[in-house]
């Protein structure tokens, strides 16, 4: 299966986008959910994008605060 992405800037186009491509045999259209920052937090997690830190004050030191 191929996938294309489309960043439409103009909300009101998204219906009319819509309704043409579903008349395309063969073109399914998936909406894509806007994630919560716990979610997005949860799959950097999942995927190894944190830091660790053995105290307050290495945070503290790395940030520069």
Excluded: C
């Amino acid at each position: 299966m191929t996938q294309i992405v489309l960043n439409i800037e103009d909300k009101k186009m998204v219906a009319s986008l819509k309704r043409v491509l579903a008349t395309m045999n063969g073109v399914t259209i998936a909406s894509s959910k806007n994630l919560s920052p716990y979610e997005k937090s949860k799959i950097e997690a999942r995927n190894g994008k944190i830091n660790t830190y053995a105290s307050v004050d290495e945070l503290f030191a790395k940030v520069g605060a």
